[in-house]
């Protein structure tokens, strides 16, 4: 058993992702623990914002929801979803989205809508809420995905989300103006996606796995030739995780072991 | 000008009928009109057809309860509690309820062309996805009463010759808009503190605009301050007054969402009988908030009571 | 996040080039950015392109110190003391500056569409009129740089079969907004008391946003009441603090407009050469705020005070 | 000499043609004593906003300019040009605007941008403003004119702000939900509009002048049958006008004789 759990290094692994100066889109989950470990260790200044119109945020407690009363508290500004989801698309920022979804292609497009069809449906998800937007309008996305073959499917259920859409040039021939996804973390590692034809690749394994186990565990053919093992998270940024950002364990859950 | 103060029984009675076209406002776990939701399904309104970006307790309540006929949503979850409302998701597969997705960016954009009179608005979101092309509404119903003809379209950018796809959007104009906010003056003027969400645009969209308040404040009171405030008072047509009219969602300033009744409906959403106990119990007794807070009682109310410099309850047990 | 707190010479200098598009806050004679405005004049810009709803005693400055080379507008006037603004006339009239006109509404919507990201956005306000027929602009110049390729277009509306006419307008995204304010967070969170005109569509659709505040504020401070801000900090590039930064234009609750200075600019802006002594006495000698009020005076500025209930200076002699 | 001047009877005038529950456009000089007439004799619960944002205010001071900070005290709502021309063309509301200008045609169309064209521009005057976009978007406008030959025009030098365009039906067909001006009031009488030809008529002449001396000063053909003689201001709404409106008679100008 390693001494940390997949919900925490994913939550390192995403935040490591973030550049000083990002703004972030954040929704909750693992999303929040990524942007407050981004700003935290890897950028201090970038912004958090919610698509519910809370900007920038102090964030002394986890909110559980994008509509928590938490995301209203010393912020820059409280305004509501038409300033907030305006900020994705903005041309002066670099906008980074995290997004989680139930089904991913491998060009990084999204389901979070449902299985099956509005004729016969199978399963329900919530919906696009502001994923489609912030997948459409952002500088660029970050995905979280359970790694499971069902979700990680050749063809999506349901598109909610778009990414690199075919690959290639298709993302901008489409008419986005920008955008696509830049990494998918999962709970057993890094997937990028490749610079032309946009596919997806294993970029980083975690140190409890292999890239054998992750191309099984997708459902489309995944190139796993530029896989590199990833370290293990570092003592004090697992301290700072676990002691700082979650010390209730909200949503890291059970400690390891 | 009339007396806009009435009861939650009289405003629903007044200005709500089966099959009206209805926005709520809110957000998941967040000011949701709680006190006119429930007032709504004792007052048996059928058919209704709810427009929202992303909607939870509220709706999952209506939708339980067999009021809803039809939604064009973005979102339907409460939060961590339910990331998909039980009843929603129930209500969709069984096929009970007609169902149009659309992004939270969409439905806002709709929202604000229906409060700016804009013929439709256009946006690059959503383009390829399949919200732009599929179809969640027969298309024997589109373009009758309020169900727009068009879902959406997507057409050449008209006036930007390099500006490629874009997706155009219908307008919002609901029969009623339900809001919950922090104050209303005398005269119909609404503050509401912290985030607005989409409500300012669902209001100034709508026909109707009924909102519940916690408090009632003279109407010179609200107007020694108008930067802050977020309605006009002419906008709206009936003010409630309920205090704790949104729980168990949040009202900034005033108290946190309830994590135990929250988690308890989760539990009592996954089943119809249980469900329906919930309404016997919870809804159909208390016309009042009094009654109503009495159920809850002070020892719930206590733990979620904001903390006036955070807005929220700190520390309160979320799990 | 590198400090944006700096005068106006080195705002002026660092962010804003001859031939740059520039929205100027404000309107007619309220919270006009006329501290940055004169520090324009003083740096000698050429050939700037303003983009406006209701402009004017800015906008005058501007044109009659040779600034201004093209103008996309609704209204030039500075209210009573100048129902057309008499620089902005007799540039029109002479030909040395070229005019499109708009009206106010379609104004906004364009710095609401650049500031929301959103391709086109459209109104049924203008149809037939000479405002959708004629172009101010030469054909020569559509499309080349800022200038967008079409004025505007007028089509059938693309998703409502009975929606017949609409008006499509382009988006507005200048190269710099100047806005004047109240109060500016450190960090550079805004906060504009009373009415905000469309300053802050105009800020959020600008690459770079120059803010001019009466007062700055500790970021803590500001953000303590977030519901009355504004501008996210990040979305603000410079700060230059300037109290009476407006005059001789209005800033609610900090100063009423200067009816003495503006008659007099009235007289003075209707002859070249006495507007030239105008520059040489009111603008190139004074490169701070402070320097400029000395030359105010406080007997002025004592009779323009705001009374902090009421926002203006009551009893002011406006004639 | 008459014991008023042309100025007050036609904000007394014009005040009157408001019903309650209105929602009144008013710009400054005289639609600002037309409104507050209005409110304070025929309309008690008209509601009074300003392009500039300020919904309802208190105006203890008479606004000079629609930027006034006068406009922003005591509101129901400080907001801006977005929210405030937006209430213009909800169908919730009967909004009447009260708009001037430079020249107008026998179908109530309305220049107040130029005399000239762009080309060969010989008067330039403020523009639109908000005039064309409450003309186009208003439930109904109530126009105030200087009565004179040059301005009461066949064809405008530059259309601004639609009226009843070419008459009939044609503002409906070129594509305007509703609106159109309902009144002319200016400092001889008031005119109105046909209900079929929407073509320009004398509808009340003020004591001090008669039918054909304003067809004479109108520079199109003017149906004067159906004039009728305007009653002179009542003494106690005079008063009130002086007294409370705007006692420093910053826009009513001298005292009559």
Do not use: C, G
């Given at each position: 058993m390693e001494p940390y759990t997949a919900t925490e290094i994913m939550a390192l692994t995403a935040g490591s992702l973030v550049q000083n100066n990002d703004i972030l889109f954040a929704g909750t989950g693992l999303s929040m623990l990524a942007a407050t470990v981004a700003k935290r260790i890897h950028a201090p200044d970038a912004i958090v914002f919610f698509e519910t119109g809370g900007i920038d945020p102090s964030l002394e407690e986890l909110p559980l929801a994008v509509a928590d009363p938490r995301v209203m508290v010393g912020t820059s500004v409280n305004s509501g979803l038409a300033d907030a989801l305006s900020i994705l698309g903005h041309p002066k920022f670099r906008t980074i989205a995290f997004l989680g979804a139930a089904q991913i292609d491998c060009y990084g497009n999204l389901n979070s809508t449902m299985l099956g069809?509005?004729?016969?449906?199978?399963q329900r998800f919530p919906g696009s809420g502001g994923a489609c937007d912030a997948a459409s309008l952002a500088y660029g996305i970050i995905v979280f995905m359970q790694h499971e073959y069902r979700r990680f499917v050749n063809k999506l259920d349901y598109f909610t989300s778009p990414g690199w859409l075919s690959g290639y040039n298709s993302r901008r021939e489409a008419g986005f103006l920008r955008g696509g996804p830049m990494a998918v973390v999962t709970n057993l590692g890094v997937l990028k996606f490749d610079d032309i034809t946009k596919m997806m690749y294993l970029d980083q394994y975690y140190p409890f796995t292999d890239p054998e186990t992750i191309a099984l565990k997708t459902g489309f053919s995944l190139d796993i030739s530029r896989a590199k093992k990833c370290s293990p998270p570092k003592e004090d940024e697992l301290k700072m995780l676990r002691q700082e950002v979650d010390p209730q364990r909200l949503i890291l859950g059970p400690m390891p072991g | 000008m009339t007396d806009k103060i009435m009861t939650a029984r009289k405003a629903v009675d007044t200005f709500i009928k089966d099959g009206d076209q209805i926005a709520l406002g809110g957000f998941t776990v967040n000011r949701n009109p709680m006190h006119i939701i429930r007032e709504i399904i004792r007052q048996k309104k059928k058919k209704l057809y709810l427009v929202v970006h992303s909607h939870g307790q509220g709706m999952e309540l209506l939708i339980g309860a067999g009021c809803v006929e039809r939604i064009e949503l973005a979102y339907g979850g409460v939060a961590r509690f339910a990331p998909t409302g039980y009843l929603f998701k129930k209500a969709f597969k069984d096929k009970t309820i007609e169902v149009e997705d659309y992004s939270n960016y969409q439905m806002t954009l709709r929202f604000m062309a229906g409060a700016m009179g804009l013929p439709f608005i256009a946006t690059k979101s959503g383009l390829e996805s399949d919200i732009v092309r599929k179809f969640g509404f027969s298309p024997q119903i589109r373009g009758k009463g309020k169900i727009p003809e068009h879902k959406l379209k997507v057409i050449n950018d008209p006036i930007n010759e390099d500006g490629g796809k874009v997706v155009v959007l219908p307008p919002l104009n609901p029969d009623v808009a339900l809001i919950h906010a922090q104050y209303a003056g005398e005269k119909g003027t609404i503050r509401i503190n912290g985030l607005s969400f989409a409500d300012i645009e669902q209001a100034k969209a709508a026909k109707t605009v009924i909102v519940s308040c916690e408090e009632i404040v003279p109407e010179d009171y609200i107007r020694?301050?108008?930067?802050?405030?977020?309605?006009?008072?002419?906008?709206?047509d009936a003010i409630v007054p309920a205090p704790f009219g949104a729980h168990p969602t949040a009202c900034h300033m005033y108290y946190d969402y309830d994590p135990n009744h929250l988690n308890y409906f989760k539990k009592i959403a996954q089943n119809q009988d249980s469900f329906n106990r919930y309404l016997d119990e919870w809804v159909y007794p208390f016309e009042t908030m009094e009654d109503y807070l009495t159920k809850v009682g002070f020892k719930d109310l206590l733990k979620i009571k904001a903390n006036s410099a955070l807005g929220y309850a700190p520390g309160l047990d979320r799990r």
């Open positions: 069809t509005y004729e016969n449906p199978e | 020694q301050d108008p930067d802050r405030n977020s309605l006009a008072h002419f906008i709206v």
